[in-house]
């Protein structure tokens, strides 16, 4: 009978969860996907290209996803066995409140296992991957993009000219740059040849002039300057020619893997600010899979409570209680990054907090007592009357 009875349980968490994490990452997508369409339409880029970015943005959305539908799905069918009263007849068969929690723990395990490993390997993976993408695509978009005898201002602050372009396209013949990124005065830079060099590691695509001149004026008019080189190099920022999107090729500490940021963490002369983001980066690797349990030890007494409108209200409580998580997370993190408490007690205050929370309200409901003490109850029957 509790074989029946657990998988029961699972199936009614497993539907809401699969829907809810659906609507949810489809939710946090809808925002990126606009702007990729952007880059479709207006820039020239794959459709192919534009689903392979969605692919591996797809993890970073998961690890949030993922504990969130928990919370909320566990509330929900747990809301609507209670609103039937299945929970009463459970109960009277002899089963207890640890008996029933079973398939919760279960699926809160699930949860936490699925949201370890994709935020210890298929977040770092997915990032670097997009990051690289990101970069590829914006080469080529320079590349291709420039085409001879025609101005070109797909570079933030650059408006390109070249004469004559070669079928193999290796260089760029008589090239007439207007540059306006310097004080926002033009200066005028003339060479007879140039070339667009990448660079994977430093993630920048280089623009290197041969045998020209660099030709500047002020405001008024009034002073003219000429400087001759052989070469030089400008460096092309490439936000104008994606919309923007180069920001996500930066790698920062919450784009490493775990190995990484230990390491980054062990650098010597690292700023007080900088070692304490790296710490609490490395302890939400461990907090953020950990919410899963958290959440499933609070949903289950929670979504016992029995109420008029069983999906509905575990919904809203669902919503709340994830509200508050985050608020004290950021809380949290916050105090530990001005060094009021410890980096690590920072990354992990959410966590204990609603635990502590959790594991009180589940001891209280196993006891078959009320959630909020009698005292508590009368005070505020009392303050309600006045």
């Keep these: 009978m509790h074989t029946?009875?657990?998988?029961?349980?699972?199936?009614?968490?497993?539907?809401?969860?699969?829907?809810?994490?659906?609507?949810?990452?489809?939710?946090?997508?809808?925002?990126?996907?606009?702007?990729?369409?952007?880059?479709?339409?207006?820039?020239?880029?794959?459709?192919?290209?534009?689903?392979?970015?969605?692919?591996?943005?797809m993890p970073s959305m998961l690890i949030i996803t993922i504990p969130?539908?928990?919370?909320i799905s566990i509330l929900m069918g747990l809301g609507r066995l209670s609103v039937d009263n299945e929970l009463i007849v459970m109960k009277s068969s002899g089963l207890s409140l640890y008996q029933l929690m079973t398939?919760?723990?279960?699926?809160?395990?699930?949860?936490?296992?699925?949201?370890?490993?994709?935020?210890?390997?298929?977040?770092?993976y997915g990032n670097l991957a997009a990051r690289n993408l990101l970069f590829d695509m914006a080469k080529q978009k320079a590349s291709i993009g420039i085409k001879e005898r025609v101005f070109n201002d797909d570079f933030a602050g650059l408006v390109l000219y070249a004469e004559e372009i070669p079928s193999h396209g290796d260089y760029m013949n008589n090239v007439f740059i207007c540059d306006t990124r310097i004080l926002k005065e033009p200066t005028t830079i003339i060479a007879h040849k140039g070339y667009l060099i990448s660079s994977p590691d430093s993630m920048q695509v280089t623009l290197r002039l041969k045998d020209g001149s660099i030709h500047t004026a002020d405001k008024d008019l009034t002073t003219y300057k000429k400087i001759d080189f052989s070469s030089y190099d400008i460096n092309l920022d490439l936000s104008a020619s994606l919309g923007g999107?180069?920001?996500?090729?930066?790698?920062?500490?919450?784009?490493?893997?775990?190995?990484?940021?230990?390491?980054?963490?062990?650098?010597?002369?690292?700023?007080?600010?900088?070692?304490?983001?790296?710490?609490?980066?490395?302890?939400?690797?461990?907090?953020?899979?950990?919410?899963?349990?958290?959440?499933?030890?609070?949903?289950?007494?929670?979504?016992?409570?029995?109420?008029?409108?069983?999906?509905?209200?575990?919904?809203?409580?669902?919503?709340?209680?994830?509200?508050i998580y985050y608020v004290i997370q950021l809380g949290g993190e916050a105090l530990g990054e001005t060094g009021m408490i410890s980096p690590a007690l920072g990354a992990w205050t959410a966590n204990v907090i609603l635990g502590i929370i959790g594991i009180y309200l589940?001891?209280?409901?196993?006891?078959?007592?009320?959630?909020?003490?009698?005292?508590i109850r009368h005070i505020m029957r009392r303050r309600t009357q006045q």
């Design 245 to 323: 999107t180069n920001k996500a090729i930066t790698k920062d500490s919450r784009e490493m893997s775990l190995p990484e940021l230990i390491k980054k963490s062990r650098t010597l002369g690292l700023k007080k600010a900088v070692l304490k983001d790296f710490i609490i980066e490395i302890h939400k690797k461990f907090t953020i899979p950990f919410a899963c349990i958290v959440f499933g030890i609070i949903g289950i007494p929670l979504g016992m409570v029995k109420h008029r409108s069983g999906k509905s209200r575990g919904f809203v409580t669902g919503i709340l209680i994830i509200m």
């Design 68 to 71: 969130v539908s928990l919370l």
């Design 103 to 124: 398939p919760i723990a279960l699926a809160s395990l699930c949860a936490f296992f699925i949201t370890a490993i994709t935020g210890f390997f298929l977040v770092p």
């Design 4 to 57: 029946v009875i657990n998988r029961y349980i699972l199936k009614e968490i497993s539907l809401s969860f699969f829907m809810i994490i659906f609507i949810l990452t489809f939710s946090l997508l809808m925002g990126r996907i606009l702007q990729l369409m952007d880059l479709m339409i207006n820039k020239g880029i794959l459709l192919s290209d534009i689903a392979r970015i969605v692919f591996y943005l």
């Design 362 to 375: 589940l001891i209280v409901t196993a006891k078959e007592q009320p959630l909020v003490p009698a005292s």
